[in-house]
């Protein structure tokens, strides 16, 4: 037989020219490098539309749902995140309005000669795909065109094959199911029912888009796959805007329906996807016994294992609408007659089975998953609320204060301002009596945005404290540029600055700026006598630590507040 001669480039660009299938070779940039004369013909403007999403392009990509793809899952850029695709059905829109078509996309690494990163080929299959489609009717349901539950089981099914060589990857399945409501027109119940299905499909795939399966079992029961998940939370905010999304009123009777939510995450020790089903289905179940309860995620004990903050962020969100969270309140004393003059409150959590916990558990989980915003409400909300029931039951505490932590992300919000407005009028609390303690890393987290919400919260008579001074960066600077009140020192230089001379230099120095910057200054961490005769002579106005008190349940106040009024009560008796 004979040899074969050496390669002629311009014959294999020749063969390649005429080939049916459009054959695209590109650069590490996503730059053709070569394409032939079938995708010139096929994408009217280029490949432009094989990598990235645009309303102006001459074609689009879609899904067997018709809907566009997202730029992460077009070919182009699946073959330059080396990814393989093997005669993936699209649909290709072309011109307005859109003449579709459905072609198969295969993309691969690209071995041929000269310059080149990836191959891509597209196949005009035209009606072959639907031909194929009408073959297998028992894959997808007839109403919302979604795949059943036999194609959602073969999916899942695959997405574990996937996993056994990826087994520290991230999935997890959303068993959905809508209630709806009872409707007294027998026509308007029935016209509902039928079109409640398509209406759902069509919202569920909005909010997943395409890299998700969505799938509809039977009646109103839907069935969500998320496959390479970065963290648990991706399947808790997508349950949440899932139900967002569904109980939004549906026309034209503007009928409201709601919706329960099982999470199940996986791989984990899942051999089958009935097994992961079901546990989806036990979560689901476990919603019954607290209707107050939109999603419950299935107790997967691996998971939780491998996982506390995961568990922990899924028990905070709970704990915040169970009424989990408790506040304690520490004293605070003017430094000359250890008088309570106010109060720092504190969050604390009643975990069901961990016990009271420290905010150095949780508040750290609270600020990277978001949920610090609305338990900063909640702890701005019942701190007013608590002081104004203490101020009408104990005259005597009228003009205590009572001082809020809030982090950077509370700040963030733009209708933090009127929050606060609404919490001050609904609980009766005066705003002369609140003082709002932030850390010197929300000034450097919004140094140019800050400033005016800061006087706007001045304005309407709040104090503002700036927390830990002294343990951020440019500290001084921040001081001239912003309206606080008061500077309150961190225990790190009240610690030791009785036998270490260069804190008690520090701590002197900053109780001058203070008093040159019209300052109050509060001490925190006093836990010696050594520590309030030092303070005492400083002529520090504030303080808080364990030498007066620790912070105290509501009840503890309360009987401490009794105590005194009782003792004050004697001492007028005895004169």
Known sequence: MPQPSSPDPEMYLAV???????????????????CNAAAESLLPGGIAGLGQTSETAAYQLLDCHQQPLATPALPLS??????????????????????????AVTTCPYAGPGPGTALLTLRDIGTK???????????????????????????????????QGHPHGLMALLLIDVNMAELSDSAQAADLANNLPIELGARLR???????????????????????????????????????AITQPFLPQQVQVDASIGIALGPGNYQNANDWLHDADVALAQIKTCPSQSWQMFDNSLWMQQDLKLQTEIDLRQAIKRGELRLHYQPIVTINNQEICGFEALVRWQHPTRGLLMPADFIHIAETSGLIIPLGGWVLAEACRQMQAWTEQYPAMAAFTVSVNMSSKQFSQPDLVTEIQRILEETGFSAHRLKIEMTEGVLIDHSDSIIAILEQIKAMGIKLLVDDFGTGYSS??????????????????????????????????????????????VAEGIETPRHHAQLKALRCELGQGYLFSRPLAPDAVEAMITGKIAQALDSATAT
């Open 16 to 34: 390649l020219s005429h080939l049916p299938e459009a054959v695209i070779v590109v650069d590490q940039a996503g730059t053709p490098v070569f």
């Open 78 to 103: 699946q073959a330059l995140a080396g990814q393989h695709l093997h005669n993936q059905a699209l649909l290709l829109a072309v011109g307005s309005p859109a003449q579709t078509r459905w072609v």
């Open 129 to 163: 795909h639907r031909e194929a489609k009408l073959l297998t009717p028992g894959l997808y349901d007839a109403r919302t065109g979604l795949p059943n539950r036999q194609l959602l089981m073969d999916r899942v099914g695959h997405a574990l094959a996937r996993a």
């Open 206 to 244: 909005a909010e997943v888009g395409p890299q998700a399966t969505v799938a509809r079992l039977d009646g109103n029961q839907f069935v969500i796959l998320l496959e390479d998940m970065a963290t648990g939370s991706t399947a808790i905010d997508l349950a949440e805007q899932v139900h967002a």
């Open 476 to 521: 001084l600077s921040y001081l001239h540029r912003f309206p606080f009140d008061c500077l309150k020192i961190d225990r790190s230089f009240i610690e030791n600055a009785d036998r270490d001379f260069e804190k008690l230099e520090i701590l002197q120095s900053v109780v001058r700026l203070a008093w040159n910057l019209g300052l109050d200054v």
